[in-house]
Each structure stands twice: as structure tokens, then as C-alpha cells.
């Protein structure tokens, strides 16, 4: 019997459905608008400066702080940091660091499997193989399971999280819609209407398609260094763009550390300011992988019997 996992649609209002579709397709439009727009040379430099240092601190408010902070606990952060990190996630317009931390858990507990919320791979019965059914696999896995996709299971995943004040606070929607807001104003008051476009909607398109390739892409196309039981991949290109998330490979492997990067070729632009926090003592207890384990993991990485060099377990 066939098992192949389908997103089922939820019984959302229509004004919910709405609201979802507005969210995802307005960021995905964006970067093409804005393509239009530097053709007919509506940029100027301090637009891209916008873009570019808009981007970098939102995105490693999710690499860092909702990612490797708050769902992997890979360092111990101060008070502050924690905040300021939260902050600046919550200004990517990916919804509530509660939320996406209890969506990633559950990708990390049932990895590219029945319950996973955005993998590209359908199981055929029990047969250890795999299939993508084209675009529509990839889709899903990209962004149609934010609109189709189940509600995040908080009762499930997020027990611990939940009694976090801080991340009760920065997870309810007031707060959430301040600090999406916060990030339309900074740019708009740096470069007006013109530095919110770039600053604003233009870097959260960016944002939003680079992690949800990190979903897509790195569970399909890219290397792998360690054998795990799921279809996780390095790629390079996103590790750049992602700031060091698309070693997505290494950390499947690993999930706990607070370094993706475990070559010192592998660039990890967030691992490089968790090591410089920790220096700077704005953070603590951070995760490393010995290199023994290391060495040991990456000997037994190969395996030939299987399509994806992964095996279910
Ligand atoms: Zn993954
Ligand atoms: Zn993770």
C-alpha cells in the first residue's frame, strides 16, 4: 500500500487563508518587482546598503537566534543577547520564534518521514526508495506546507519552550506585529518609501526563500559528508547565502552544535559570531563536535545500497 505523505488541507477561514497567502506570495513577488525596478534604475546605494544590512541582521536573527538559540540550545545566551536575537528573527516575518522553533523540532524529530512538515520526499510503502513527484514535492516542501500544511504541534514540541517567559513574550502576536512593523520603519526612515521596498519587503523575500530552501534545496541537491536517516545535503551556495545553514548535511548529523561549518573551508557566518560572542562572554556553553567523533562519523558515511546514501531507520 502506498504511504506517500500528502499535505492535508486544514479547515481554515477564509480570511486565515487569506492572510497566508498574502504573507507567502507578496515577499515571493518582491525580489522580482524589485529586479524590474533596478532595470529601470530605481536603486540607489544606499538601497542596497538597506537590503544588504537588513538582510544580514534579520537573517542571523533566524540562523542564529530562532535556529541554533532557541530550537538546538547550541550556546547559553546572556539576557540581552537573547532578546536582541529573538528581535531580530521576528523582524523576518516567518511568525512567532515559538512556532518556527516547534515546526523545526518536528522536522528534526521525523526528518524527511510521516510527520515531517516540509520534506520534498514521499516514502513509497516499505520500500527504502524514494521519489520526488516533481514541482508539486518541491512546492510543498518550499512553501505550500506553511498555507496547507498542519498547525505547528506547541503542545507536542514545545512544552519546554513554553515555560521560557521570555519566548511567551516575543511569540505573542502584539509583539510579533510590532516588530514586523519595526522593520518596515527602520529602512523607511533611513531611505523613505524607496529604502522600505529594498530594506523592507525586498530583503524578506530574500530571507524567506533562502530558509525554506533550506528545506527544499538542502534535503535534494548537494553533498553528503555523514550518513544520516534522512536526505540532508551540503550545498554550498546556500551555506553562503544562508550564513552557514546549508551544510544542512552536517547538521542533521549533528544538530547540537553551534557550528554547521565542520571544515574550515565550510564558511559559517553564524558560527563565526557565536564564537566571537562567546570570546566576547555575550554568550556561553557553547556546542562544539570533537574531532574524534567527527573523523569517526565521517568513516562510516558512505553507503553504496542506498539511493540517497541514507537509509531509513
Ligand atoms: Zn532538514
Ligand atoms: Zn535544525
Not at 515555560?163 to 506585529?177: E, Q
Not at 519595526?182 to 519587503?201: D, E, K, S, T
Not at 533550506?214 to 553528503?224: D, E, K, L, P, V
Not at 574524534?292 to 539511493?307: E, H, I, Q, Y
Request: net charge positive; with cysteine.
Amino acid at each position: 500500500m502506498e504511504t506517500s505523505r500528502t499535505a492535508r488541507p486544514k479547515a481554515r477561514s477564509a480570511f486565515v487563508l487569506a492572510i497566508l497567502w498574502l504573507t507567502v506570495l507578496v515577499p515571493l513577488a518582491a525580489p522580482f518587482v524589485a529586479i524590474a525596478l533596478l532595470w529601470g534604475h530605481w536603486a540607489t546605494w544606499r538601497d542596497v546598503g538597506l537590503l544588504v544590512g537588513m538582510y544580514v541582521a534579520c537573517g542571523l536573527g533566524i540562523t542564529v537566534g530562532y535556529h541554533r538559540m532557541l530550537t538546538h540550545r547550541a550556546f547559553k545566551p546572556t539576557p540581552v543577547v537573547k532578546f536582541v536575537f529573538l528581535a531580530l528573527g521576528t523582524m523576518s516575518a516567518m511568525g512567532p520564534a515559538l512556532r518556527w522553533a516547534v515546526t523545526h523540532i518536528q522536522h528534526h524529530a521525523h526528518p524527511d518521514e510521516e510527520g515531517d512538515p516540509h520534506s520534498p520526499w514521499d516514502w513509497l510503502g516499505d520500500r527504502p526508495q524514494m521519489r520526488v513527484t516533481g514541482w508539486k514535492s518541491f512546492l510543498r516542501a518550499h512553501f505550500l506546507w506553511i498555507v496547507y500544511g498542519d498547525e505547528a504541534q506547541i503542545t507536542r514540541y514545545g512544552q519546554e519552550l513554553q515555560k521560557d517567559p521570555m519566548v511567551r513574550f516575543m511569540s505573542a502576536w502584539p509583539v510579533v506585529i510590532a516588530l514586523i512593523a519595526a522593520g518596515f520603519a527602520i529602512p523607511y526612515l533611513v531611505g523613505g518609501l524607496q529604502g522600505m521596498l529594498w530594506g523592507g519587503i525586498v530583503r524578506i523575500g530574500l530571507t524567506h526563500h533562502i530558509t525554506w530552501s533550506i528545506n527544499s534545496i538542502c534535503h535534494i541537491y548537494g553533498r553528503r559528508m555523514f550518513e544520516t536517516p534522512d536526505c540532508s545535503r551540503n550545498n554550498w551556495v546556500f551555506a553562503l547565502l544562508g550564513f552557514g545553514e546549508g551544510w544542512h548535511n552536517n547538521h542533521h548529523a549533528f544538530p547540537r552544535s553551534a557550528f554547521h561549518g565542520l571544515r574550515w573551508w565550510q564558511v559559517d557566518l553564524s558560527g563565526y559570531l557565536i564564537w566571537a560572542m562567546a570570546r566576547l562572554r555575550l554568550v556561553s556553553e557553547v556546542w562544539t563536535v570533537p574531532q574524534t567523533t567527527l573523523a569517526a562519523r565521517a568513516a562510516g558515511s558512505s553507503n553504496p545500497r542506498s539511493p540517497m546514501g541514507a537509509e531509513r531507520r
